[in-house]
C-alpha cells in the first residue's frame, strides 16, 4: 500500500498534490504552519514541524511512508536537510521536486548577493523607494538600512510593526501576476526590489515588471543544499512514484 509524503508550500507542491489525487495515490501534504490559511489541498494535510529529523523520521515510519518528496521552496534549507537524513535512516526513497533558478535577460538589471546580510549591505546609500519581496522572516536584518522606504509584501498582516521606520504594507499571497506588479510597483514609485532567487512562476512576476519599468533588482542566491536525486516536473514525481 502506497503512501506518499509531499513537503509542501509551494506552487509545484500543490500541483504535485493534484496529480495524486486525480491518480488516487494516497498522500499527505505537510506545511510548517507559517501562515493563517494556508491553501486548501486535495489530499490529507498535516501541519507543524516534525521535531527535526528525527521527529519526521519518527513520522514516516508511523505512518508507513512509502516516497518521500521535498516539493519545498528552496530557500526551506532545514527542512530539506532533514529530509535527506531522515530517508537514509529509514530507508525511504527520496526525490524533490524542484525549480530551477531565475536567470537574468536583456534588460534585467540585477545585482547578486550570497544571502540576506549581504542583501543588507547592498542597500548602503541615500534613501530610496525598495520592495522587500522576501516575506516576514528576516525583515529585522533591514533596520540596519533604516533611511529607506520600503514596501513590504507580507502573507499575514503582522502582529507588531516591523522595525523600520518607514514602511508601507501589501499584504497579499502568490501566485503574482505581471499586470498586477506593474500596477503595484508604479504606484509606489519603487526604484529597487529585493527577491530571492525562489524560481518558478509563482513569484516572478515582479522581475518582468522589474525590467519593464527598469527597476534595479537585488537577488538573493540560494543556499546550498546536500545532493539528492531531483526531478523539475510533476510528471517526473509521478514516474517515479509508479516505478
Ligand atoms: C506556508 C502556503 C501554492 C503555493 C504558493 C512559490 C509561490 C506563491 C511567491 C513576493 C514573494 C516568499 C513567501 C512566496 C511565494 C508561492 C507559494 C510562494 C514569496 C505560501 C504558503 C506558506 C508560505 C510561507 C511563506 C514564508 C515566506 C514565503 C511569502 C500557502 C503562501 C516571500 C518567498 O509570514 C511568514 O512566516 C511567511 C513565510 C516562508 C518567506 C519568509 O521568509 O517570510 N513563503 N507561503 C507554508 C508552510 O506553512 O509550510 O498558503 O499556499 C506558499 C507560497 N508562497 O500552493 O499556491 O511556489 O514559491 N512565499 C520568496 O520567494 O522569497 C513571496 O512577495 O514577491
Ligand atoms: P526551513 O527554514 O527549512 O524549516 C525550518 C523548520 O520548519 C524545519 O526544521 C521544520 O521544523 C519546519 N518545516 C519547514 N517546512 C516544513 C513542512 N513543509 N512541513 C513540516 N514542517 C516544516 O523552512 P522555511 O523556510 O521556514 O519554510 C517553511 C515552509 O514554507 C516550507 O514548507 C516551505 O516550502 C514554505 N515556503 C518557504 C519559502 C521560503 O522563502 N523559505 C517560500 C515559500 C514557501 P522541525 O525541525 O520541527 O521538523
Not at 110 to 139: E, T
Not at 156 to 172: A, F, G, N, Q, S
Amino acid at each position: 500500500m502506497r503512501h506518499v509524503l509531499v513537503l509542501g508550500g509551494t506552487t509545484e507542491a500543490s500541483a504535485l498534490a493534484r496529480a495524486l489525487a486525480e491518480a488516487e495515490i494516497p498522500a499527505t501534504l505537510s506545511y510548517a504552519g507559517r501562515v493563517e490559511r494556508p491553501r486548501a489541498q486535495p489530499v490529507a494535510v498535516r501541519t507543524g514541524g516534525f521535531g527535526g529529523a528525527e521527529g519526521l523520521a519518527a513520522w514516516l515510519r508511523a505512518h508507513a511512508v512509502t516516497h518521500l518528496v521535498d516539493a519545498t521552496h528552496p530557500f526551506a534549507a532545514t527542512i530539506s536537510a532533514n529530509a535527506i537524513a531522515a530517508a537514509e535512516a529509514t530507508g525511504t526513497p527520496l526525490i524533490a521536486l524542484t525549480r530551477p533558478p531565475w536567470q537574468a535577460g536583456r534588460g534585467d538589471r540585477w545585482q547578486h548577493v550570497p544571502d540576506i546580510a549581504a542583501a543588507v549591505a547592498a542597500l548602503d546609500g541615500p534613501p530610496q523607494r525598495v520592495m522587500l519581496a522576501i516575506g516576514r522572516q528576516h525583515l529585522a536584518a533591514f533596520a540596519a538600512q533604516p533611511q529607506h522606504h520600503y514596501l513590504l509584501r507580507l502573507v499575514d498582516r503582522p502582529h507588531e510593526p516591523p522595525p523600520l521606520p518607514h514602511h508601507e504594507l501589501v499584504i497579499d499571497r502568490g501566485p503574482f501576476t505581471e499586470a498586477a506588479d506593474t500596477m503595484l510597483l508604479r504606484l509606489h514609485k519603487t526604484e529597487r526590489i529585493v527577491a530571492r532567487n525562489a524560481g518558478g512562476s509563482g513569484a516572478r512576476a515582479k522581475l518582468d515588471a522589474a525590467r519593464a519599468l527598469r527597476v534595479g533588482v537585488v537577488m538573493i542566491d540560494r543556499p546550498a543544499i546536500p545532493p539528492r536525486p531531483e526531478a523539475q516536473a510533476v510528471a517526473s514525481v509521478m514516474d517515479w512514484i509508479a516505478r
